[in-house]
């Protein structure tokens, strides 16, 4: 059933948000009063913190009447939604029709061998958040993973890693500079 | 003025091969030194096996590249566009001489697609050079009635493209004959059959032919508003949304008094969905549109009668709207004229799997599935065996070899207990197993179950419960029957869509490959070597050389050996994917 993310489950990590509210002051004149606002708000909040903090539900309820219980209600509905922090990459392994009779499973299952999380996790120092997604369309190219806005098709175990191993060390240089 | 056109075709599964880098390759090359031919885009036409695509049109003619990369683009642009000799082993398309691939045109009738990958879709004037927005003058200059153009649809027999298969033109009349103030026409770009990637093609390659389609159903039906709902994973398709819906609006397409028709005033916006499959169920949708959770409701009352906002509302798929421009400017004949008795005119496939040539293809009703199959697409990747085609993503079900000299229609794909749907089609072949399959649909017809009926809550979540046991070697005599008598309840007590197919593919499988999950439950062995938990990887140390390829090529570093001596797998630490297997050049790995 869609009810599956809720805050994070063991408790340790109920992130704490220290977020900056005023960010989504133009959101909430854009679309304050009007009907069927409520998942532009939260799409809209999403894209300034890339999850909903909870401090932003409080504020969206306070500004626009929206009631808590019909604001979490809908963001645990949609998988677009998400209710903690995320890595500065996201990686979404396609596992759509196409992509999992080519073998899909392999490219998760290297990817969290590899970056030691699960799916829907983010690694310890930040750097990449993994997801599954149902189907990026790109099925000619499968199997198929997408990081950030660039897609990658074709892939093995050993390729997928590789391309994630290539990102971090780029990272890592940008750091040492 | 430059006579030579070069363009390169920029839709998500070309850039996704790369045809960025070609495009900003063929941008600097041309800057560079001045040269004289235009560089222009286009989407998908359909060829997605030879992404990313060129195409140079110069006074001889069309010819379209496949497989082009960085190095391909500058010996193109040397030798063809400046020396004017084509290197014709690369050309996959032309009218011009015979290519290796011509056969994947060989049957197809573009209607949907008829501008996809020949127009530039963020430039309306080249939709309007294609007979563009015709459709719609043609009903102001002539003051067609919305009664004559319902008519001309249900003659047409043009039936929802989305899957449901109902008459469009009737689901209008119902629409048209509720009074009041507001009506939506309402756009189902929704598309979440994984697998399936028609809508996202259309919508990223001619937006315009959606748009004027839902404009001449929103004169039918007497609508106000529009709304395109599509999907955000969709971000291509939703920014060339915008650029047409602006450049509409601009043309006065949409407006007030929309073509000088008195009192035909519409606008169209674009509302993104947030992730939901149930969504594409149509009184979900609406909800969604409405800021709720997207959960179906019961009809009566239906969409036609009280819908978005509780006003009369149609909604219609991309590929239905699509294709409305082309009968009202053409006339119904022209579309009915294809297709069998009951189903009428073409339908877009989404071509996929185990198959050589996988991209997207338009082909009439009634048309075989074989010649779709190894016409069209070539056959089965490698040459190995087919085994079954999906149809109808997780509505659908798996039509094996023996049934595929049906053809392609309505009734006959239903008749094998799968469905049209929405036109994804997944080849798998000798490797791929029907248990592991049934398994993948309700893993996500579970997930993506609203909840709001508990035979499709729970009996999915039952299903798929039994459906692991058996691919993890743990099924028991019985599940089988288990499955079945699940299936049938779960499909007669669930309200929607969702629910009330979500069995087929676990009948479909059972039906036509029963030996397959027999194979799993008494000998705990997977006929397609696929079921992970049932496989083994193995060395075999007569014929391993010690090359170490296996050992670098493992994802998780479980194979260790020295150099020339023979390796082993550690069996604990291997996922079982395969790399070690496919890359090995001794076959020295064996699986079982």
């Known amino acids: 059933m869609r009810v599956q993310r809720l805050l994070t489950k063991s408790g340790s990590s109920i992130p704490t948000d220290e977020v900056d509210l005023s960010l989504i002051e133009p959101l909430i004149n854009k679309y304050k009063g009007k009907k069927g606002n409520l998942i532009p708000l939260l799409q809209g909040v999403q894209a300034i913190y890339g999850y909903i903090p909870r401090s932003a539900f409080e504020r969206l309820s306070d500004e626009t009447g929206l009631k808590l219980s019909d604001m979490y209600g809908v963001a645990t509905f949609y998988a677009q939604f998400r209710l903690s922090p995320v890595g500065k990459h996201i990686i979404k392994v396609c596992h759509g029709t196409a992509c999992h009779v080519q073998g899909a499973d392999s490219i998760s299952m290297a990817l969290k061998e590899a970056l030691k999380v699960n799916d829907g996790e983010t690694t310890p120092d930040k750097l990449f958040t993994l997801e599954t997604v149902a189907c990026l369309g790109c099925c000619s190219l499968a199997p198929v993973m997408m990081i950030d806005e660039e897609t990658y098709g074709k892939l093995t175990g050993s390729s997928a890693v590789k391309i994630v191993k290539e990102i971090k060390i780029k990272e890592t240089q940008v750091k040492g500079d | ?592």
């Open chain 2, 1 to 592: 003025m430059a006579e030579t056109k070069v363009i390169v075709g920029l839709g998500s599964c070309g850039i996704a091969a790369g045809a960025n880098k070609v495009y900003n390759k063929l941008k600097a090359l041309k800057e560079a030194d001045n040269l004289d031919f235009e560089l222009t885009k286009t989407s998908c036409i359909g060829m997605c096996f030879r992404e990313p695509l060129v195409e140079v049109v110069d006074e001889n003619g069309s010819m379209i590249y496949g497989d082009v990369d960085e190095a391909k683009a500058i010996e193109i642009i040397q030798q063809h566009v400046l020396g004017h000799n084509p290197i014709k082993e690369y050309v996959v398309k032309t009218d011009l001489f015979s290519t290796p691939d011509q056969s994947y045109f060989e049957g197809q009738v573009k209607i949907a697609l008829r501008n996809c990958g020949y127009i530039d879709p963020e430039n309306i004037h080249e939709y309007e050079a294609r007979g563009g927005y015709q459709a719609l003058r043609k009903i102001a200059h002539e003051s067609i009635s919305p009664e004559q153009i319902i008519q001309t649809i249900i003659d047409s027999g043009l039936r929802g493209r989305g899957g449901g298969g109902f008459p469009t033109g009737m689901k209008w009349r119902f629409a048209r004959a509720n009074q009041s103030d507001e009506k939506y026409i309402i756009c189902n770009a929704d598309e979440g059959d994984p697998g399936a990637f028609m809508d996202r093609s259309l919508l990223e390659g001619d937006p315009h032919a959606v748009i004027e389609g839902m404009i001449i159903g929103a004169y039918a039906i007497g609508a106000t508003e529009g709304v395109i709902y599509c999907r955000a994973e969709y971000p291509l398709a939703i920014k060339r949304l915008n650029i047409a819906l602006a450049q509409a609006r601009e043309h006065g397409y949409l407006g007030k008094n929309i073509m000088g028709i008195q009192g035909f005033n519409l606008d169209i916006y674009i509302k993104e969905g947030a992730g939901a499959f149930v969504c594409g169920e149509e009184t979900a949708l609406m909800a969604s549109i409405e800021g709720k959770r997207g959960m179906p409701s019961k009809r009566p009352p239906f969409p036609a009668e009280k819908g978005l906002w509780q006003k009369p509302s149609n909604i219609n798929n991309v590929e239905t709207f699509a294709n409305v421009p082309y009968i009202v400017a053409n006339g119904a004949e022209s579309y009915n004229k294809y297709g069998t008795e009951k189903s009428k005119g073409t339908k877009v496939f989404a071509l996929t799997g185990k198959i050589k040539h996988g991209g997207l293809v338009e082909v009439p009703m009634g048309t075989p599935l074989r010649d779709i199959i190894y016409k069209l697409g070539g056959g089965i990747q490698n040459d190995k065996k087919f085994k079954a085609v999906q149809l109808g993503g997780p509505s659908g079900g798996c039509i094996p070899e023996h049934l595929l000299d049906i053809q392609v229609d309505y009734e006959q794909v239903t008749a094998t207990g799968a469905i049209m749907g929405s036109g994804g089609m997944v080849v798998m072949d000798e490797t791929t197993c029907m248990v592991d399959v049934a398994r993948f649909f309700l893993d996500f017809t579970q997930k993506e179950s609203c909840g709001k009926c508990t035979f499709c809550r729970i009996g999915t979540k039952r299903m798929l419960e039994i459906l692991t046991r058996i691919t993890e070697g743990e099924g028991q005599e019985g599940d089988i029957e288990k499955l079945e008598e699940l299936a049938l309840q779960v499909r007669e007590s669930s309200l929607c869509g969702l629910g009330q197919t979500a069995p087929n593919p676990v009948l479909t499988t059972i039906k036509y490959f029963r030996h397959e999950y027999e194979a799993h439950i008494r000998d705990k062995k997977c006929p397609a070597h696929s079921c992970k938990k049932l496989l083994t990887y193995e060395i075999d140390p007569n014929k391993c050389t010690g090359c170490t390829v296996c050992a670098v090529k493992c994802p998780v570093k479980a194979i260790d050996g020295e150099r020339k001596k023979v390796h082993h797998i550690n069996q604990e630490i291997c996922i079982k994917c395969g790399d070690c297997y496919n890359n090995c050049r001794f076959d020295a790995i064996t699986k079982s």
